[in-house]
């Protein structure tokens, strides 16, 4: 049995969702497997891929589709993003810096954002460079969409757009990687790789922003694999996808703060550098496509430096291209709340405006909305969903039933609580968004719920492994469930020798009651098959049921003359013993023998 650990959202065992039936879907490689599951809210959820060819889990965020929930046998086509090339390991720019997660909200498509890859250009490396191994191409069209397809709900029709570094990646990758995309947009890319100057502004970058050696990436500037990675060489192979094409002219533009003084010239000295050398490629790489009667749509901006305000922009302003490119609506259904959820969302103007019309769930109905659900049953009521909440209501898979109360803020301040039909959901920001049901959360309340002992859960309840019952990890001490014992919990030191002996699966298997004090400060718990004794001077030992335990008792356990136990149970010629802090006691032939020091 291993505890499981705290984390800040909602952590849970993948796959955490509705699989289309296998012959449906393509299978992913064994050996790309989801290692962790964190949900932000009931439609973004983030993933940690193992990937074989990197060598190291790698995140990947999703914005899952508008229908995920109102259609939850569907497929839906895959829109892949990519940063810039200041990437961080945390979160994408494209929900960090830009309006990403409320833009898609009622977009039909599952946003895929891989996380990190800074300088990467999203490519395979020919060496490891700064401590990554980079192979990101393999990574995203060869582990990932089979997985994504598998166990996401993810369509083979896909999508990519990209800014800077990401806009010449999803280029490169379409061109690269035939067939598969339908759709390839680049904003402020550098679309030629190759040309004059083009390297050497490339290794400078790529210094600059984490210390990156571009001959790591593809070799020294005269190798074949610059051109291999040049959407201007490549741009033969881009017949048949729907492409588009932006950029600013380093001017100022209305995202921009002027220089004092200085018509034209921008606060942001390196954006407006980097946007006219952006201008200069992609003009080039549009030319070669109307050489190659390739149609694109092309967007030469009056003005705009390399920033998050114009790639966000982009990002709105190619939409109903993709949409069009990738087979979905652009967004904006018409529908309408009503009845007792109109009220709910008309109160809660957090929710926004509805996305999805009415549909059945757990015995009521539910209506989605931009940034939340509501819920309705006759008996439960109308009630709000959102937030990590949500998310973590989403990672129980329904089976929680429907939400029986708003959510609301805890005594102390920092947690948060909402209750549902089987049970409830804590979170607070270091331990996430847990449930706590069933016979762990009636003892739970019986000892003060947030406010006893045990404080927050840090985890979900799980079954244990090897024997009939249940734990759930707290912050004090987990609680350990079986029919027989019931529900006790364990903390602190004794907790620490219950783990060192294989907790369940040890001799002592379930607890039977709560820690309670000795003399001299010392503290006992009780078990199946024996106790755990814990004082400051001995430390904690466990006595195990049998005679040892019985002579033990006899002699009057830590009140007698022996004292507490300070070794567990070992053995000896022909026998067992176990050491106190004054004797000792030996069986041999059954027969207990005590000794005094």
């Known amino acids: 049995m291993v505890l499981p650990l705290a984390s800040g959202l909602t952590t849970v065992a993948p796959p955490a969702t509705a699989q289309p039936p296998a012959d449906q879907a393509a299978a992913a490689p064994a050996d790309v497997t989801v290692q962790k599951v964190v949900w932000f809210s009931d439609r973004r959820v983030a993933l940690w891929v193992n990937s074989p060819s990197m060598g190291a889990p790698i995140q990947v965020q999703l914005l899952l589709a508008r229908d995920w929930n109102i259609r939850p046998d569907a497929k839906f086509p895959l829109l892949f993003m990519l940063d810039g090339l200041r990437a961080t390991d945390d979160e994408s720019g494209w929900t960090k810096d830009a309006g990403a997660a409320d833009f898609y909200a009622d977009k039909n498509v599952t946003v895929v954002l891989p996380i990190g890859g800074q300088s990467s250009f999203y490519s395979d490396w020919v060496e490891p460079n700064n401590g990554h191994n980079y192979k990101w191409e393999t990574f995203l069209t060869k582990e990932l969409p089979p997985l994504l397809e598998s166990q996401w709900r993810g369509a083979d029709i896909r999508g990519m757009e990209g800014l800077s570094m990401g806009g010449t990646a999803a280029m490169f990758l379409a061109a690269r990687n035939p067939s598969f995309l339908k759709y390839a947009a680049s904003y402020s890319g550098f679309l030629t790789t190759t040309t004059l100057g083009m390297p050497q502004a490339i290794q400078f970058a790529m210094r600059d922003a984490g210390g990156f050696d571009s001959a790591a990436m593809w070799g020294p500037p005269t190798s074949p694999e610059w051109e291999n990675h040049d959407p201007y060489v490549l741009a033969d192979k881009l017949k048949g996808i729907s492409l588009y094409i932006s ?351």
């Open 247 to 597: 950029s600013g002219s380093g001017s100022t533009g209305p995202f921009d703060q002027a220089a004092a003084g200085i018509p034209g010239v921008s606060t942001n000295l390196a954006g407006m550098g980097l946007e006219i050398l952006s201008r200069l490629t992609s003009q080039n790489f549009v030319t070669k496509l109307g050489e190659l009667t390739i149609p694109a749509q092309v967007n030469y901006r009056a003005s705009g430096t390399h920033s998050w305000p114009y790639w966000d922009f982009e990002m709105r302003q190619s939409w109903p291209q993709a949409a069009a490119a990738l087979g979905v609506d652009p967004g904006n259904a018409p529908c309408q709340a009503g009845g007792a959820i109109a009220a709910v969302a008309a109160a809660n103007g957090w929710l926004g405006e509805c996305v999805t019309a009415e549909y059945p769930v757990h015995g009521g109905i539910a209506q989605d909305f931009r940034s939340g659900r509501v819920f309705y049953s006759q008996a439960t009521g109308a009630h709000p969903l959102g937030g990590v909440i949500a998310g973590g209501y989403q990672a129980a898979l329904g089976s929680l039933g429907l939400p029986t109360g708003d959510e609301r803020v805890l005594p102390d301040g920092r947690g948060r609580f909402q209750a549902f039909q089987n049970g409830s959901l804590y979170w607070t920001p270091q331990t996430g968004a847990q449930v706590v049901r069933g016979a762990i959360l009636d003892e739970w309340g019986k000892q003060g719920f947030e406010g006893g002992l045990a404080g927050y859960p840090v985890a979900p309840e799980v079954k244990t492994p090897n024997r009939d019952g249940a734990v759930q990890a707290f912050e004090n001490g987990p609680f350990y469930y079986s029919h027989k014992t019931g529900v006790h919990r364990v903390q602190g030191l004794i907790l620490g020798k219950y783990a060192q002996m294989g907790y369940e699966n040890s001799a002592l298997s379930f607890p039977t009651a709560e820690e309670v004090p000795l003399k001299d400060l010392g503290r006992v718990s009780a078990f199946e098959g024996g106790n755990i004794y814990w004082s400051p001077l001995s430390g904690a030992w466990a006595v195990r049921t049998g005679p040892i335990m019985d002579a033990w008792k006899d002699a009057g356990y830590e009140n007698g003359k022996l004292g507490y136990p300070i070794s567990d149970e070992f053995p000896v010629p022909g026998g067992t013993q176990q050491n106190f802090q004054t004797g000792f006691i030996v069986i041999r032939d059954g027969k207990p023998e005590i000794h005094g020091l």
